[in-house]
């Protein structure tokens, strides 16, 4: 049971370049996330998707697309990188509304 | 918006001591988490609090959600060296998924 799997583990990009996080979760939840942390601000939030077929921004969504491809999937795009991204993504999900969060082991990007 | 107060920042000490840490706020919550995060790794779930007043313990860990609903604090007792790591509070408020932030973190280290 790998519960949440995030890919790639590693990113490097040049401003302006554009990627996908993939994110996949086994534990049949309802409700995913993306999160990014920074030094000294804790984790905040990107985006959302309560269940499928919904998403919804979180704190910090300028710069950020998502798609809840199926229940288990659900990916962060970044059109055009820029270095104020650079930042360890963090997907997690959860069974549902008060439900806790699981998270993946993070993906580390840096913008140059 | 909302924000959680978690303090302290970073604390060092003697293996066997006894840890606290606690997460403050002007807003009130319907739920508390308590993560730790390893490096190089996402947070995990240590205890989740869904009431005012509740008090739940998780081995050698305790943590307990204030009766007014504004702050919530972690204990470890009898530290040992894999308590190092970065714990994370997070409070729910209002019903929507998103709404779920997190504190800053305290950095504990122990001395063997």
């Known amino acids: 049971n790998a519960g949440v799997t995030q890919t790639p583990k590693f990113q490097v990009l040049k401003t302006g370049q554009s990627m996908t996080l993939q994110c996949a979760q086994d534990m049949n939840h309802n409700s995913m996330y993306w999160y990014r942390q920074d030094p000294g601000m804790g984790l905040r939030l990107i985006y959302y998707?309560?269940?499928?077929?919904?998403?919804d921004k979180g704190e910090v969504p300028n710069g950020y697309n998502v798609s809840r491809l199926n229940k288990r999937e659900f990916s962060l795009r970044l059109e055009s990188a820029a270095p104020s991204q650079t930042s360890v993504y963090f997907c997690a999900s959860s069974s549902g509304w008060g439900s806790p969060l699981h998270f993946g082991n993070g993906t580390r990007l840096t913008v140059t | 918006g909302q924000q959680l107060n978690q303090s302290p920042q970073s604390m060092f000490i003697q293996e066997g001591e006894d840890v606290s840490m606690n997460c403050t706020s002007s807003s009130i919550f319907n739920t508390w988490l308590w993560y730790k995060q390893d490096p190089g790794e996402g947070p995990v779930l240590l205890i989740a609090?869904?009431?005012?007043?509740e008090l739940t313990s998780n081995g050698r860990l305790t943590a307990q959600f204030g009766i007014t609903r504004k702050d919530s604090f972690l204990n470890i007792s009898a530290s040992i060296p894999s308590d190092v790591g970065i714990y994370f509070c997070?409070?729910?408020?209002?019903?929507?998924?998103?709404?779920?932030?997190f504190g800053k973190g305290t950095k504990l280290s122990v001395k063997p």
């Open positions: 998707s309560a269940s499928e077929g919904t998403t």
């Open positions: 997070a409070g729910r408020y209002g019903g929507s998924q998103g709404n779920l932030i």
């Open positions: 609090l869904y009431k005012a007043g």
